[in-house]
């Protein structure tokens, strides 16, 4: 998931991703990126991650900040100094692989029923 902090709480178009196919989030690894002027959207991360708990999804504790993104990039949009994002984008797919993987073969060994 890419969210910021100054979008409404949750967008008509992501509020409906989640909603139509709340059943194919059980189980499930999910990360974020988060994008803003201050925060780097910790607060919409943050939010989410609630929401995706009440899903039975599991979110993974590392994720991507990228606080003022308008001074973190170059004009033709290369990040201008990439070793920090890219350190944690590595450590957020580490965990979302490790957690996929587990919760994969779970699945597939012993079907998840949360509302059975």
């Keep these: 998931m890419v969210r910021s902090s100054w979008s409404p709480p949750r967008p008509a178009s992501l509020k409906a991703a989640i909603d139509w196919h709340y059943t194919e989030w059980e189980a499930k690894a999910i990360g974020f990126v988060g994008y803003s002027g201050g925060s780097g959207g910790l607060l ?6 609630q929401v995706f708990g009440e899903l039975y999804a599991h979110t993974v504790r590392n994720y ?15 990040l201008k100094d990439p070793e920090g994002p890219n350190g944690a984008a590595k450590a957020m ?11 994969h073969d779970a699945r597939r060994d012993r079907p998840y029923a949360p509302r059975g």
């Excluded at 919409?44 to 991650?49: G, K, N, T």
């Excluded at 797919?93 to 993987?101: A, N, R």
């Design 64 to 78: 991507v900040t990228f606080p003022r993104y308008y001074e973190l990039f170059s004009p033709d949009g290369a």
């Design 93 to 103: 797919l580490d965990e979302l692989l490790w957690w996929g993987s587990i919760l």
């Design 44 to 49: 919409a991360v943050e939010q989410l991650r």
